[in-house]
């Protein structure tokens, strides 16, 4: 099978949560219902493959035997996602274009999986046959080695209820915003089979647990409430028209608080493994509920965080971190231009012209698997670290910038005070670096208008930009690369990877030649990745222009227009793997005036732009006072 080198990543996810038994008779007298319930639905969807490969000359019987194996697959979507995650990704259910494997370096997965049998069977083209049975045969034999494998595994409890609220999040940035299912798109159905499953493993729970007291109270709310949700989507199951945002706030965020108080009511425990998302808590889609630290590296020395963070406060500012002791980090991210500078490219050092790409914001910033347009460093850490060391840059070194700031007796007491617990609680390139990053933490925009919307504020958001949304992540598919509700593209729920995208972006605003940077390709060399850049937050967009990695458009309606006429293809660009639809979204002006309505909804910057009052001195340094904060240029 041409992905077995990925199987032995089956249990990359759960890893200590699960426990294997040897004795398989012992497994089957032990056996809870839920794992049950996993394995009847998998030889169902085995069963509708092997059918629809034997009647597949038949179209309308092979049509049908495709959907059913769908439904089947979405009534156990929340286990095999959090289980088996790379069969997910790169076998079952992936994207409809190559996708770099993050797991082993320089290994492209091509479309496969459901989704390529739905291209070859729905896109309007000439039917592959020869393609088409590969893929089912690739299909039956992965979910026959998942079925073989799940015969052996025992999870806990609490896990399936936390894989329940992983599916909530799976629901709202991916299933409702055209992931999968692009050519049909049944998408509103087979979200209304995900709650299904979930009524039966309420069901389950029930069983086991019985419905005494208070937990009558909480299955019967639970119950009710998925009801209530599978009643909104049948009532309008328009992909294009579903109304994304109100069942979101109204309906997931529910079922979510159910989850919770079922959880906590159970007396059951919380998963300790790091994770992206801190499940114990009300609200699925807020600032509370992520979890920043996991997208960090996992330090010894938490005990001082907000000195950490205040020291690197002064450091971004401080002009002495590069070589002319002229340029700071807020150069070229201005917190009164939401952390980017407002330039088309960013200037040099040395005011030597200008740098080749357009600076980013730094606002939640730390959201992501990877930094950089080119995704070339993955840690904010390393990020820094580059910055100083560019010669286009900072044009410095870190071992020279420790040297200066030891020359600072003020500078020398502040990291004392921030690094008491380490070994070097001196002025050290790791306490550089680890300040920043704390300080780069704290610049999160998670309360826009349209998250308090999404917190119940139902006069937050007009009727335009609710309708803005809904296209967005509906029949414009931009949320389908901006993953709701970071809109950036770290992939939810799990947030272990960021993902990059092919678009064909002009040299100019004028759109008339494709731009030669090489993006990601200038990392890995690996061809199907030319000229593909990682997918950048759109929260705060309407201060973040212009825009682009090149930034050529000037405002968010030409940025729009781009992808209405198709990307670099629609331009008749060569554009080799483009992962932008080729054709015109066919948005109409009002249309896309109601998208940007809703871009400018993300906006929030408040507390944000606080600048510090002077810089540290420098006793026996006097030149060194002469310096800016935020540099001279």
């Known amino acids: 099978?041409?992905?077995?080198?990925?199987?032995?990543?089956?249990?990359?996810?759960?890893?200590a949560l699960m426990s294997i038994r040897e004795n398989s008779d012992a497994v089957v007298e032990q056996k809870f219902a839920f794992n049950n319930y996993v394995l009847s639905e998998l030889e169902l969807v085995i069963d509708e493959l092997k059918d629809f490969h034997a009647e597949r000359a038949d179209s309308s019987k092979s049509t049908a035997h495709y959907f059913k194996a769908r439904i089947h697959y979405k009534h156990i979507e929340f286990f095999v996602e959090h289980v088996s995650p790379v069969q997910a990704k790169y076998q079952i259910n992936g994207a409809l274009v190559p996708k770099f494997s993050e797991y082993e370096e320089g290994f492209i997965v091509d479309p496969c999986g459901f989704q390529r049998v739905e291209e070859i069977l729905f896109s309007g083209e000439e039917i592959d046959s020869v393609g088409l049975e590969n893929e089912l045969l690739d299909l039956i034999t992965v979910f026959q080695e998942l079925k073989n494998a799940y015969l052996s595994i025992s999870l806990s409890d609490y896990l399936y209820l936390e894989m329940l609220q992983l599916q909530l999040v799976r629901i709202a940035a991916m299933n409702l915003n055209g992931y999968d299912a692009t050519f049909t798109k049944t998408n509103i159905q087979e979200v209304d089979e995900n709650l299904k499953s979930m009524l039966e493993m309420i069901k389950l729970f029930r069983l086991k647990f019985g419905t005494k007291g208070e937990l009558k109270k909480k299955f019967q709310a639970l119950n009710k409430d998925i009801?209530?949700?599978?009643?909104?989507?049948?009532?309008?199951?328009?992909?294009?028209?579903?109304?994304?945002l109100d069942f979101i706030t109204f309906h997931v965020e529910t079922i979510n608080r159910d989850l919770v108080l079922l959880h906590r009511t159970l007396g059951l425990p919380w998963s300790e493994h790091k994770q992206a998302l801190h499940l114990n808590s009300d609200r699925l889609f807020s600032n509370e509920t992520l979890n920043p630290q996991f997208f960090s590296i996992y330090y010894s020395d938490e005990s001082n965080l907000e000195k950490q963070a205040a020291l690197g406060k002064?450091?971004?500012y401080d002009p002495i971190l590069s070589a002319n002791n002229e340029r700071a980090c807020s150069s070229c991210h201005q917190p009164d231009k939401a952390f980017t500078d407002g330039l088309r490219t960013s200037q040099a050092f040395n005011q030597d012209g200008f740098v080749e790409r357009n600076a980013p914001t730094l606002i939640d910033a730390v959201y992501q698997k990877a930094f950089f347009y080119d995704g070339k460093?993955?840690?904010?850490?390393q990020q820094i670290r580059d910055v100083v060391h560019n010669e286009r840059e900072m044009g410095s070194k870190l071992s020279d910038v420790v040297l200066k700031l030891r020359k600072s007796d003020e500078y020398k007491a502040l990291f004392r005070a921030a690094f008491t617990v380490q070994k070097d609680a001196g002025i050290s390139e790791y306490a550089i670096q680890k300040a920043i990053t704390e300080y780069e933490k704290t610049l999160i925009s998670m309360n826009s208008r349209f998250d308090r919307y999404l917190g119940g504020e139902r006069n937050s958001l007009n009727q335009r930009e609710i309708n803005g949304y809904n296209l967005f992540a509906g029949k414009a598919l931009c949320g389908s690369c901006h993953f709701f509700p970071l809109f950036n593209g770290t992939v939810p729920p799990y947030f272990m990877d960021s993902e990059y995208e092919i678009l064909g972006v002009p040299a100019t605003g004028e759109n008339k030649s494709l731009d030669l940077d090489k993006g990601r390709y200038e990392v890995t060399k690996v061809q199907k990745q030319m000229y593909a850049f990682k997918t950048p937050s759109i929260r705060n967009c309407e201060l973040t222009g212009p825009y682009m990695h090149n930034g050529i458009y000037t405002d968010l309606k030409q940025v729009l227009q781009f992808y209405q006429k198709g990307g670099g293809e629609g331009f008749?660009?060569?554009?080799p793997n483009q992962t932008l639809p080729f054709d015109s979204l066919e948005l109409s002006d009002r249309e896309q005036e109601d998208i940007i309505l809703f871009l400018k909804a993300l906006t929030d910057t408040s507390g944000l732009a606080q600048k510090p009052f002077k810089l540290p001195s420098f006793e026996s340094s006097p030149n060194l006072n002469a310096r800016v904060w935020g540099g001279k240029y």
């Not at 099978?1 to 890893?15: A, D, P, Q, R, Y």
């Not at 209530?228 to 994304?244: I, M, S, V, W, Y």
């Not at 008749?572 to 554009?575: A, D, L």
């Open 1 to 15: 099978m041409k992905f077995s080198i990925l199987f032995c990543l089956l249990l990359l996810t759960v890893g």
């Open 227 to 244: 009801q209530n949700a599978q009643k909104f989507l049948r009532k309008n199951p328009n992909f294009d028209t579903f109304n994304r």
């Open 314 to 316: 002064l450091l971004f």
């Open 377 to 381: 460093a993955y840690q904010l850490e």
């Open 572 to 575: 008749k660009y060569p554009v």
